[in-house]
T-cell receptor, first 113, second 110 residues
């Protein structure tokens, strides 16, 4: 298994541009999550999904959108990028029953200038 | 939501045990205690979790105080690869949400 994969690894955006961060998992996990991590801080939950077609907001959802059309994929959309969205973005997944363990991807480092 | 308090940083020597403390005085009866760690430039990695009893796995041990107001993550023999930020996190029952604080930065000296 590749586990949780994220693309791209790095991206520089200009203010006002939009982009989609891709996340995929091949472990047939029901739950998927998006976090952001600002320098020197812990991770903050942006959005999460408990299954295909179901998404919910986390702590810091403003400025982001998500969709979950398949079990495998959970893209994060940034509309009208702002410097405050400069961060490292992590995707994670978890199986529904039998484990509390979240598996994290390697992250996408985004800079908005 | 119950909060956790961890020291900002700790140091250890290679091949010695490390005890990483976490205080959670407002923990409720259904809160699970999770530990994750984050190696430099990587995503977090699950270490261990527990509810009331002490837990052991291949990576570490989790010792939970009898009143559950504190817990300790124990690395039995630290290696250089254990240098990371360690996060102690509480979740309610089956809650999906991990709330990360700043964690404890562990430095392992050779």
């Amino acid at each position: 298994n590749a586990g949780v994969t994220q693309t791209p690894k790095f991206r520089i955006l200009k203010i006002g541009q939009s982009m989609t961060l891709q996340c995929a998992q091949d472990m047939n996990h029901n739950y998927m999550y998006w976090y952001r991590q600002d320098p020197g801080m812990g991770l903050k939950l942006i959005y999460y999904s408990v299954g295909a077609g179901i998404t919910d907001k986390g702590e810091v959802p403003n400025g982001y959108n998500v969709s979950r059309s398949t079990t495998e994929d959970f893209p994060l959309r940034l509309e009208l990028a702002a410097p405050s969205q400069t961060s490292v973005y992590f995707c994670a997944s978890r199986i529904r029953v039998g484990s509390y363990e979240q598996y994290f991807g390697p992250g996408t480092r985004l800079t908005v200038t | 939501d119950a909060k956790t308090t961890q020291p900002n940083s700790m140091e250890s020597n290679e091949e010695e045990p490390v005890h990483l403390p976490c205080n959670h005085s407002t923990i409720s009866g259904t809160d699970y205690i999770h530990w994750y760690r984050q190696l430099p430039s990587q995503g977090p990695e699950y270490v261990i979790h527990g509810l009331t009893s002490n837990v052991n796995n291949r990576m570490a041990s989790l010792a939970i105080a009898e009143d559950r107001k504190s817990s300790t993550l124990i690395l039995h023999r630290a290696t250089l690869r254990d240098a990371a930020v360690y996060y102690c996190i509480l979740t309610k029952g089956g809650s999906e949400k991990l709330v990360f604080g700043k964690g404890t930065k562990l430095t392992v000296n050779p």
